[in-house]
């Protein structure tokens, strides 16, 4: 059984940054491709950054050169470091894991706003 439990969302100003963490349970978290999505309202759930079980990433274009995704797999975490923030990246940001069937983490509410 997997659970996710993402924190670190809040309010800051553009420009600003945030570093959201993902804590992971169970056996496959560490071995498993873990990833950032997140959801504005009235929107699609997009997918924002990856990394896998080896700690290889990928990024979406509109986060590139902006957001960092890594882990550690001694906490058992996952980390989206989040930089010059604009009001655009306004959403809930869930973890989510892809083993057998899909798991999403409750979510974590970021809000960029002067």
């Known amino acids: 059984q997997v659970q996710l439990v993402e924190s670190g969302g809040g309010l800051v100003q553009p420009g600003g940054s945030l570093r959201l963490s993902c804590a992971g349970s169970?056996?496959?978290?560490?071995?498993?491709?873990v990833d950032w999505y997140r959801q504005a309202p009235g929107s699609e759930r997009d997918l924002v950054a990856r990394?896998?079980?080896?700690?290889?990433?990928n990024y979406a274009d509109f986060v590139k050169g902006r957001f960092v995704i890594s882990r550690d797999k001694a906490k058992k975490e996952v980390y989206l470091e989040m930089n010059n923030l604009k009001p655009e990246d306004t959403a809930v940001y869930y973890c989510?894991?892809?083993?057998?069937?899909?798991?999403w983490g409750q979510g974590t509410q970021v809000t960029v706003s002067a």
């Open positions: 989510h894991l892809l083993f057998l069937k899909d798991y």
């Open positions: 990394i896998t079980g080896g700690d290889a990433t």
């Open positions: 169970g056996s496959v978290f560490n071995v498993a491709t």
